[in-house]
Nanobody, 126 residues
Framework: QVQLVESGGGLVQAGGSLKLSCAAS????????IAWFRQAPGKEREFVAA???????YYTDSVKGRFTISRDNVKSTVYLQMNSLKPEDTAVYYC????????????????????WGQGTQVTVSS
């Protein structure tokens, strides 16, 4: 069983920054693939960024150059540094984990992940 707990959301003005954290349980965290998704009101949950256990990163086009996903395997924590925030980044952000050690499949789809956090709200004002 893996538990994911997000933190770091809040209200920020456009152009500002936030850093989200996701603390994970699990003995083999270093072999998990980890991702961030987001869901805006009235919209489907969408992929934001992923970090494969090998260190390879993936981003949706709208956040490339602004967001950075990283992890600290000692702390079993994954981060999402968000810079140059825009009002359209407003959403609930969810951390997700693919806990199958060494998994090599696509990380863009929700179905790739077997554990989810409860979400943290990010609101960007114009």
């Amino acid at each position: 069983q893996v538990q994911l707990v997000e933190s770091g959301g809040g209200l920020v003005q456009a152009g500002g920054s936030l850093k989200l954290s996701c603390a994970a349980s699990g003995r083999t965290f270093s072999r998990y693939n980890i991702a961030w998704f987001r869901q805006a009101p009235g919209k489907e949950r969408e992929f934001v960024a992923a970090l494969r256990w090998t260190g390879v990163t993936y981003y949706t086009d709208s956040v490339k150059g602004r967001f950075t996903i990283s992890r600290d395997n000692v702390k079993s924590t994954v981060y999402l540094q968000m810079n140059s925030l825009k009002p359209e980044d407003t959403a609930v952000y969810y951390c997700a984990a693919d806990s199958r050690p060494g998994s090599s499949g696509s990380l863009y789809n929700r179905g790739a992940y077997d554990y989810w956090g409860q979400g943290t709200q990010v609101t960007v004002s114009s």
